[in-house]
């Protein structure tokens, strides 16, 4: 009895609570966008910026973007050559100083390292950027080697949580921020990325927690991308078989007719919403909307995701609408990724 009481009057109070609370908030957002987020801008110059993932794709792209604005930055991820190709193109446009530290970010005590490393060699730390992470596309019972798949939880939850675990004390005395790149797949769940899709709620959840925690000594910002081009877009990916490579058609299917955006303009705005400590960041912006409806019609998404992705139809409206041409970036419509390289990569 007391459950029904209970639910009657929380349905009804909460309810009301919102119809008032929404437009208020919204107004509220309103004003601060145009009066005072013009004038909140953090001056990066000298500031130390740890990125992981920098190796390619959307967290490349962010060390360029830091480094147009003069920050040092720590280049983090496995392959040692790629971030020094990065590297040497940051210390062109900017960056005072740059430092190239491979490590595999899910094993603790690497992540460890990396802030060891950093700090004995910029005694600071005011940015930290947990942007690596892999991708998984396949329908669960397509999957043929059910342990590997635990790889999608180590890196994309456990790495995006160890490298902020032991930088903890520096980014509190440098009053500095958390950038953590989830996805809009954490918030509409999509067909063929259960685990993905998982790591990236854990992740959103996690730091979502912890903002409460921190208050206004680290400021946090989760960017929610939708597909943006980088080595993912491009097929790379945990394969049913529990191998890391390139599948192009697994790609068409999971993207299908969606527009993949430049992972330029998301870096750039990323990096401008971080800066004024802002909490989340969607781009392209039309992702937006989509979290609204999983939340209030999860039907709709749960009927669209089975309809597009478990049937297969998204590849076949993408070749109807003669779409990749006009959807996808250059740059990921023809895969120039080395399979060696991948291969090594599953290795360590
Ligand atoms: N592209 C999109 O459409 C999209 C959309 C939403 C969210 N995201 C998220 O954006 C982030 C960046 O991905 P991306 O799209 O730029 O793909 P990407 O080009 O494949 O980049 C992934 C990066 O993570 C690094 N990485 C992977 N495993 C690692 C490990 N164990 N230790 C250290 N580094 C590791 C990779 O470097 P190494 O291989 O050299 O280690 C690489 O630099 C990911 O978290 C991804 O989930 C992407
Ligand atoms: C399954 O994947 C795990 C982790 O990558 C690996 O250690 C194991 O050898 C794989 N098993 C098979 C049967 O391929
Ligand atoms: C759907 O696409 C996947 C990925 O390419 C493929 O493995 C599978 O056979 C396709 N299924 C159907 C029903 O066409
Ligand atoms: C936050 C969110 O909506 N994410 C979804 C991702 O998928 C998980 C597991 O399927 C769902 O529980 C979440 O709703």
Known sequence: MLNGILSVLLHVSITSFLLVYLPLSLLVRLLWWVFIRPFKKEDLRGNVVVITGASSGIGEKLAYEYAKRGANLV?????????????????????????VVPADISDPEEAKRVIETTISHFGQVNHLVCNAGIWSNCLFEE?????????????????????????LPYLKASRGNIIVTSSVAGQVPTARM????????AVTSFYDSVRAEFGKDIKITILTPGYVESELT??????????????????????????????????????????????YVTWPSFYRPFGIVACLAPEVVNYISRVMYVNNNSKWILEAIGGKKYLYPASIRAPNIKLEEVKEHSMS
Do not use: H
């Open 75 to 99: 280049l983090v991820a496995r392959r040692e050559q790629a971030l020094k190709n990065v590297a040497a193109i940051a210390l062109d446009i900017g960056a005072p100083d740059v430092l």
């Open 234 to 279: 491009k097929g790379k990916a945990l394969q049913k078989g529990g191998e890391v490579s390139v599948n192009e058609e697994a790609r068409d299917v999971q993207v299908g007719p969606v527009p993949v955006g430049q992972a330029e303009k998301l870096a750039e705005i990323a990096v401008d919403s971080a800066c004024r400590g802002e909490k």
């Open 143 to 167: 999957i043929t080697n059910i342990t590997a798949f635990t790889k999608v939880m180590d890196v994309n939850f456990w790495g995006a949580v160890y490298p902020a675990y032991y930088a």
């Open 194 to 201: 259960s685990f993905y899709n998982a790591s990236k709620a």
